[in-house]
């Protein structure tokens, strides 16, 4: 069984006894949040990192909170292999599910601006309820991206100018944020 299936039948039985009604930018805890998930303990520290450290990375896991959509986060490597992330679609009659693939040996700050721009991706495809299938993800991407890897002279890979804007506002978000005592480890 894969890491995002393990992740979804016990995010499942963590959804049902969720408190309904909680943000999970208001919480600050990404144990709280009930749409995007991982066991890995790096990835989960960048989401608790982000979450603290830029009002932006809570606003996209809110948003993704509140859609139908679960994100679940595994640290590997992508095709091509170049590509520090990458996401996919997951078909599963009951429930929308995108895989976020990352490398989660990257520093820090550059993990939680990977996973900014990834997260942002899902909100792209969860405001799209006719996205259910890698194909249908494709035709969202060729309308509102640009191809940005090729296979055979055909585009493999797709991005958007939005989730770029994005991973670079988190970016200034976290380089412009002061450390305070409990950062510095002094009073």
């Known amino acids: 069984m894969a890491a995002w299936q393990r992740i979804f039948a016990a995010g499942a039985l963590a959804a049902t006894v969720a408190v309904c009604g909680r943000s999970v930018h208001a919480e600050r805890d990404v144990s709280r949040a009930t749409h995007v998930r991982s066991t890995d303990p790096r990835v989960l520290n960048a989401l608790r990192?982000?979450?603290t450290r830029s009002a932006s990375f809570g606003d996209v896991i809110a948003t993704l909170d509140s859609s139908d959509?679960?994100?679940?986060?595994e640290s590997g490597p992508c095709q091509p292999r170049e590509l520090r992330s990458c996401l996919h679609t997951v078909l599963n009659r009951e429930a929308r599910i995108v895989v976020v693939r990352i490398d989660a040996g990257q520093p820090l700050k550059s993990l939680v601006a990977q996973l900014a721009h990834e997260l942002f991706h899902a909100v792209e495809i969860a405001q799209e309820p006719s996205v259910i299938d890698a194909g249908s993800m494709r035709l969202l991407y060729e309308r509102i991206g640009y191809p940005s890897c090729f296979d055979g002279g055909?585009?493999?890979c797709w991005e958007t100018r939005a989730a770029c804007t994005f991973e670079n506002l988190v970016k200034s978000q976290l380089a412009s944020r002061h450390l305070n005592r409990e950062e510095t480890g002094r009073p």
């Open 154 to 156: 055909k585009p493999a």
């Open 69 to 73: 959509q679960t994100v679940y986060i």
């Open 49 to 51: 990192y982000g979450l």
